[in-house]
């Protein structure tokens, strides 16, 4: 497979953290449309499309489908035959922490469980190793100290390059960093839900990781696609509302919602942008992103989200609207 070879011209690479890693500016996500239920012809076209855009980091875990495991499956597959010769050009991030397999062993963030998850994790995308390992979600019952000892043990044993966690709170993140750090092990990212509609993070744990050296990338910036002209005339029938398997509910598209779709989606077109691009350069803003963590369905929903990247400036008056139009609904 040949990919363009302009391919890293225009992607902004940023430093995660106080790593030496660089990531670029919007990184893919494999939650949905990757799974065997999905249209192999379509991710195919959309993860060439990534990689020819300067997209090198993909993101995935344990149970990404439907069905759990196939997203990893289906990326390996296409990673050794379509970006063969590629490997050392990619950034490729499982993760652990929700339920697996059945049993007290397949869950949480216990030694057993997330050792033999990251191998089999490895087993189905066929590689040695994957450049970053997370821990998917705070466990209330393992002592973090075991979780966080797991992470050190994974990369000492070669089978990840870098560790992060995800989903961790503020006071939570501090501890699991701190642990990190004295193990010798930096926690090199933390990913958490991050968007115009979801902004739990700007209260403490974005400080955290400025003053930890610690990077970030939000998923589901574009709040499963309610930040984007999707639903602004109902829920189409190939859209993520309208799967059975899809995780944004319909109840989440209110009349109320659409109307602020609506007005946000007009201050875009101010702005020269579509609304997802708005949103995601809402995010990029902040100098503590390192990467917003998108999902598509096809193609060119990738290529009109990468177009974030040529205005990612607010002035004031429009970061005032914004702010005005998110508080209508809290
Ligand atoms: N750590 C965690 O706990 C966690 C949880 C969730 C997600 N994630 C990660 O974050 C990634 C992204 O999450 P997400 O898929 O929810 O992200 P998202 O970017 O908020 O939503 C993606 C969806 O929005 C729609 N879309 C995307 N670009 C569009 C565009 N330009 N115009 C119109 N519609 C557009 C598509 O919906 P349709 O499918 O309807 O076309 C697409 O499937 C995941 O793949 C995963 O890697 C992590």
Known sequence: MKFSAERYQNMQYRRCGKSGLLLPAVSLGLWHNFGDVDDVKIYRKTLHTAFNNGITHFDLANNYGPPPGSAEINFGKLLHTDFKGHRDELIISTKAGYTMWPGP??????RKYLVSSLDQSLQRMKLDYVDIFYHHRPDPSTPLEETMSTLDLIVRRGKALYVGISNYPAAEAKKAISLLKKMG???LIHQPKYSMFERWVEDGLLDVLE???VGCIPFSPLAQGLLTNKYLKGIPRNSRAAKAHGFLQKDAITQERVQQIQKLDALAKQRGQTLA????AWLLKDK????V???ASSPAQLEDSLKCLRHIEFDKAELIAIEKILKEIV
Do not use: F, H, I, N
């Open 105 to 110: 062993y397949g869950d949480w963030g216990s």
């Open 185 to 187: 092990t930096p926690c």
């Open 211 to 213: 003053k930890e050296g």
């Open 277 to 280: 691009q708005m949103a995601l």
């Open 288 to 291: 503590r992103v390192t990467s």
């Open 293 to 295: 963590l998108v999902g």
